[in-house]
């Protein structure tokens, strides 16, 4: 099975900050790369699929990036309402997610 | 729009089987372009891709837990179901009722989630 790690696993930053979000998969998975937003009590959302390809309405501030077996998402300017938990999911083989990512307000 | 909302029991026995249904309104479990699934999210292990289905019948499973896992779907009614059998308490999780879409893999069964439910918390106990 292909290990997902993203790291860090929390962190707390300000609106308008930059932040950057990493995703390590335990061998190559070319781009098959995705990130979701969570939020407490609501769905999770699609952000990026294929590593780098902003799902539709999706605001341009996210930057999916990577390939192999690295991968980073960044926002650009974190807004109040990006405050939530981030996941990376490999579709190489077994679908298969990061343990998440909580960003927070300091 | 499409919505997923899922429904069932809230706990289940150890050993029992857990069963769950989805109801898909704003769209149709028979479109050829989509795949429909179930998702899980336990304290212990994070989120875990379950199975998924076609609308022709072909299922994919989670090797880890395709021993005890059934998708189906109902046309009829628009919706999808889950069974899990022989629960443990490692069963107990949220979960979650999910569309899928290809977006070029080299795998069967849908790549990525791109509608998710609001999910429902099942608790494994006695």
């Known amino acids: 099975d292909i290990q997902m790690t993203q790291s860090p696993s929390s962190l707390s930053a300000s609106v308008g900050d930059r932040v950057t979000i990493t995703c390590r998969a335990s061998q190559s998975i070319n781009s098959y790369l995705n990130w979701y937003q969570h939020k407490p009590g609501k769905a999770p959302k699609l952000l990026v699929y294929?590593?780098?390809n902003l799902e539709t309405g999706v605001p341009s501030r996210f930057i999916g990036s990577g390939s192999g077996t690295d991968f980073t998402l960044t926002i650009s300017s974190l807004q109040p309402e990006d405050f939530a938990t981030y996941y990376c999911?490999?579709?190489?083989?077994?679908?298969?997610f990061g343990g998440g990512t909580k960003v927070e307000i300091k | 729009q499409l919505q997923l909302q899922e429904s069932g029991p809230g706990l289940v026995k150890p050993s029992e089987t857990l069963s769950l249904i989805c109801s898909v309104s704003?769209?149709?479990?028979?479109?050829?372009?989509?795949?429909w699934g179930w998702v899980r999210q336990s304290p212990g292990k994070g989120l875990e891709w379950i199975g998924s289905m076609y609308y022709s019948g072909s299922t994919y499973y989670n090797p880890s837990l395709k021993s005890r896992v059934t998708i189906s779907g109902d046309a009829s009614k628009n919706q999808l179901s889950l069974r899990l059998n022989s629960v443990t308490a490692a069963d107990t999780a949220v979960y979650y009722c999910?569309?899928?879409?290809?977006?070029?893999?080299?795998?069967?069964?849908?790549?990525?989630?791109?509608?998710w439910g609001l999910g429902t918390l099942v608790t494994v106990s006695s």
């Open positions: 294929l590593a780098s």
């Open positions: 704003g769209g149709s479990i028979s479109s050829s372009s989509y795949y």
């Open positions: 999911q490999q579709s190489y083989n077994t679908l298969a």
């Open positions: 999910v569309r899928l879409v290809e977006i070029g893999g080299l795998r069967l069964g849908g790549d990525a989630f791109d509608i």
